[in-house]
C-alpha cells in the first residue's frame, strides 16, 4: 500500500538552531515528491517538488532533497516566521489519480 | 496568494442539509482537485477534474459530489451533512494533473455542522 510517513510529529527549535524534517515514503514508484508549508487556517502553500533520486532545491533557509525512499527538508538558521506545519506529498507513478499526503510535522521556532 | 480563490471562507449548518462549495482555480490551470482536511485524518484527496471531465476519485462519500463547469470554476457539494463532515476543504489546481505537476492550493472553506 502506498505511504507516506512525517517525523517527528513536532518539533521546537530555537532560533538559528538546525534541523532536518523527514518524510518517508513506499510507493510502486515515484512521479514526484512535494513539499508544502501550511500555516493554521490556511491552505497549504507549494515550497518544492522533487522528481528523482539526489535532486535537491533550495529556496531562502529550507533545502529539499530526496532519496529511493525519503526526503529531508534542511532548515538552516530558522527564525521564528519559519513556524509552521510542513507536509510532505508523493504522487506513484502508477497512479494518475492523487497525490498522497502525509501528516505533517508541526515546526515552532521560539525566538 | 496562490491565484486560486475558495469562497465562502466559513460555512455553519445544520445536521441534514445540503451546501455548495466553490472554487476558481488558477489562470490557465485546466485540473482541479478538491481535499478535506479535519483535525485527525490530515489532508485526504476527494476527487479531481481535468477540462470539465472527472478525472480521478479519492475518498470521497456518496452524499458528496462535484462538477467542473466550460468556464473551469468548481463546485463540490455536500448533502445529507452529518456532524462528522466538519472540516476544512480545500480545492487546489495545476496545469494538466499529471506527470507530478505541482498543484496550488486555495485559502479553504471551514464548514461547522451543529
Known amino acids: 500500500e502506498d505511504q507516506v510517513t512525517q517525523s517527528p510529529e513536532a518539533l521546537r527549535l530555537q532560533e538559528g538552531e538546525s534541523s532536518s524534517l523527514n518524510c518517508s515514503y513506499t510507493?510502486?514508484?515515484?512521479?514526484?515528491l512535494f513539499w508544502y508549508r501550511q500555516d493554521p487556517g490556511k491552505g497549504p502553500e507549494f515550497l518544492f517538488t522533487l522528481y528523482s533520486a539526489g535532486e535537491e532545491k533550495e529556496k531562502e533557509r529550507l533545502k529539499a532533497t530526496l532519496t529511493k525512499k525519503e526526503s529531508f527538508l534542511h532548515i538552516t538558521a530558522p527564525k521564528p516566521e519559519d513556524s509552521a506545519t510542513y507536509l510532505c506529498a508523493v504522487q506513484p507513478a502508477n497512479r494518475d489519480d492523487k497525490i498522497i499526503f502525509g501528516k505533517g510535522t508541526r515546526l515552532h521556532i521560539l525566538p | 496568494d496562490s491565484g486560486v480563490t475558495q469562497t465562502p471562507k466559513h460555512l455553519i449548518t445544520a445536521t441534514g442539509q445540503r451546501v455548495t462549495l466553490r472554487c476558481s482555480p488558477r489562470s490557465g490551470d485546466l485540473s482541479v482537485y478538491w481535499y478535506q482536511q479535519s483535525l485527525d485524518q490530515g489532508l485526504q484527496f476527494l476527487i479531481q477534474?481535468?477540462?470539465?471531465?472527472?478525472?480521478a476519485k479519492g475518498n470521497i462519500l456518496e452524499r458528496f459530489s462535484a462538477q467542473q463547469f466550460p468556464d473551469l470554476h468548481s463546485e463540490l457539494n455536500l448533502s445529507s451533512l452529518e456532524l462528522g463532515d466538519s472540516a476544512l476543504y480545500f480545492c487546489?489546481?495545476?496545469?494538466?494533473?499529471?506527470?507530478?505537476?505541482?498543484?496550488?492550493f486555495g485559502p479553504g472553506t471551514r464548514l461547522t455542522v451543529l
Open positions: 477534474y481535468y477540462n470539465g471531465e472527472e478525472r
Open positions: 510507493v510502486s514508484g515515484l512521479r514526484g
Open positions: 487546489a489546481s495545476s496545469w494538466t494533473g499529471s506527470d507530478g505537476d505541482t498543484q496550488y
